[in-house]
């Protein structure tokens, strides 16, 4: 068993491979040059590589390799209906459906739209309870464009799921994403007239536990916040330890629910890494907590890690993904007690996602 | 006929193939005839702003963008806008 990682970028998307041990990676790539990868995620189920691409010229799209990214092929089917008065800006997120669902994702996109395959990738279709979501009128775009960047599947509810979209907020399906409801209570905009409104919050990430599924974390524009009743309501989580409640990433340790990672940056003004250097804080109390990780992190350094830009993979002992605007990626073995620079002078890094490869 | 010579990003979309004889009518049949039609125009089947159209050297869009006509033309040529970073 090794561990492949899924490094997307603003020019292509490379590959970082390494067994075990973690700690010597080889670099395959650029794939999928030219295009902005915002997203690259590999299927468990078939081991298909799914990318969200993006280009200034030629759109949005999504792109799917059956071959380690060798080759590749392109969506054929995806656009929104023209009375919806929408037209597709950017895709964002894939997430593989559930075991079982077979040829099932999610794609997440702006503006603020939900798109689904039934057929592994080939035609999208749109996901009218978020599409024309009656709502829409009061979501408004962030600094990235009303982006939906955040899908979660309750591995034992099969007709339960989430989305989060910025600057609407996070929502909730029962019913399989035939409807979905706003699941923000408790969370901030401090932005807006009414600091707890309904909806128009800006998650910023949104991860829900698979071992303990009725347990949400999400980093917000406005905090850092835990739900344990399915986002009925949410727990402000930062103080503690956490120099700053704005942030984008954030990871979770499969094998404890109570563990959570985040990279906060200094504040929504300035937007880069708090005290002029990069540090992970992670939590194992659920929250209460805060201590920060820093051994083989730069000491000086005024970086950022995007949204998507955080991963965790699967081993028994866990290893953590950091990739930095600055174009390192950085790898924890030992589940973030210690750091290595396993690539650098990459493109800005946008997207890391690890999985287990043999 | 017509050739239709894509640039290089699109040529990769196209399976590496940067040169297409077609026979079409316009330009919008031409366009919509490759395999990377999706890529040139938008969801509404418009040509993509930043997507510029050579008909033997004339902006397409000077003579009626999609529906420019091809009789008598000898090439196609399409070229991204400078854009980007």
Redesign the interface.
Known sequence: MGVLVLVGTRKGLFALESDDDRRDWELHGPFL??WQVFHAVVDPRDRTIHAATN?????A?VHRSTDRGQTWT?A?E???P?DTGL??EKTWHVEPGREGEDGRLWLGAAPGVLFRTDDGGATWQPVDGIVRHETRDRWHPGAGGMCCHSIALDPDEPERMYVGISAAGVFRSEDGGETFEPANQGTAADFLPDPFPELGQCVHKLLLHPGRPERLWQQNHCGVYRSDDRGESWERLEGNGLPSGFGFPLALDHRDPDAAFVVPEESAENRVTPNGRLGVYRTTDGGSSWELLTDGLPQQAWGSVMREGFSFDRLESPGIYLGTQSGSLFVSPDTGETWLEAAAQLPPILSVEATEWS | MVVVLLP???A??AGGRNRFELDAPTVGDAVRALPVA???L???GEL?R??NVYVDGVDARDRGGLDAPLAGAETVRLV??I??G
């Open positions: 040059t030219g280009n200034e010229v030629y759109g799209t392109r054929e995806l656009g929104l023209e037209t597709l | 290089s990003l699109l990769a979309e999706n890529l040139v938008d969801e509404r993509r930043l997507v991204a806008a854009a980007g």
